[in-house]
């Protein structure tokens, strides 16, 4: 098991529990302890977790992983659940694409569709998101559009006021969303209420509103409400999804396309 692979599972574990012990995580990860009181060290030196006497606790109850670490969570289901969401934006539109994993495959995605390789622009793509902006400048025919605002480590997604004088100003056909939680109840959500809160103007902003999760996200509900389930158009997950909740969004209106 590499290290990358290693760190990413210690974090998952962590996220889960909230406390790890340094012999029982060596014992289910078929490691060393001294291999994983060394992660342990290390990852205490980037302020991603607290270390303890015999192990490590998370942040704190609000904890949250750092996007970096996050990126290979149920990989190959955000890149389905992208391709997905790219066939369904068309040549020559304004769409808003939050921050996030997800959201971030769906900007690849994009990046490589033969129809967008050309035009004045191929898409006009509004975020609040540093490293999609990032990904997609090296695009010419992208016309990228970014929101300012306070940059969050944690996301590379910036917050704050001085994204609402940019996003007062446009007009998108469609926003992606990608959230930490989506329930027919409770809605589109996340941890954090600046996050929240930007993400909630590009959705006003937006002809249409598609919500990209994994089918973990679904059926929970998170701190910060984004939207409600009713300004959201489609949601897109992984066939993992239980039939129970795509009936419950198909029944409140939603469109489900599963990847």
């Known amino acids: 098991m590499s290290r990358d692979t290693r760190w990413q599972a210690l974090l998952e574990l962590l996220v889960e529990r909230g406390r790890l012990d340094v012999d029982e995580?060596?014992?289910?990860?078929?490691?060393?302890?001294?291999?994983?009181?060394?992660?342990?060290?290390?990852?205490?030196?980037?302020?991603?977790?607290?270390r303890t006497r015999?192990?490590?606790?998370?942040?704190?109850?609000?904890?949250?992983?750092?996007?970096?670490?996050?990126?290979?969570?149920?990989?190959?289901?955000?890149?389905?659940?992208?391709?997905?969401?790219?066939?369904?934006?068309?040549?020559?539109?304004?769409?808003?694409?939050?921050?996030?994993?997800?959201?971030?495959?769906?900007?690849?995605?994009?990046?490589?569709?033969?129809?967008l390789a050309s035009g004045s622009p191929a898409l006009t793509v509004v975020t609040n998101a540093l490293n999609i902006a990032g990904e997609l400048a090296v695009r010419p025919q992208f016309k990228i559009v970014v929101t300012g605002g306070v940059a969050r480590a944690q996301s590379y997604e910036l917050v704050g006021p001085l994204?609402?004088?940019?996003?007062?100003?446009i007009t998108l056909d469609v926003a992606v969303l990608g959230v930490v939680a989506f329930d027919v109840t409770h809605g589109a959500a996340a941890h954090d209420e600046a996050e929240a809160a930007i993400n909630r103007l590009l959705c006003e902003r937006a002809e249409r509103v598609i919500v990209a999760a994994d089918s973990s996200k679904l059926g929970r509900r998170a701190f910060a409400r984004i939207c409600p389930a009713e300004s959201v158009d489609t949601v897109v997950t992984d066939s993992a999804v239980a039939p129970e909740t795509v009936r419950r969004f198909e029944e409140a209106g939603l469109r489900v396309v599963v990847a």
């Open 163 to 169: 994204a609402d004088g940019v996003l007062e100003q």
């Open 54 to 115: 015999g192990g490590a606790v998370a942040h704190g109850v609000s904890y949250e992983l750092p996007l970096r670490y996050k990126t290979a969570r149920r990989a190959s289901e955000k890149q389905r659940i992208a391709r997905a969401v790219a066939d369904l934006l068309a040549a020559g539109e304004a769409v808003g694409l939050t921050g996030g994993t997800t959201t971030t495959e769906v900007a690849r995605a994009l990046a490589v569709r033969g129809d």
């Open 25 to 50: 995580t060596a014992a289910e990860l078929e490691v060393s302890a001294a291999t994983i009181r060394r992660d342990f060290d290390q990852l205490a030196g980037q302020q991603v977790l607290v």
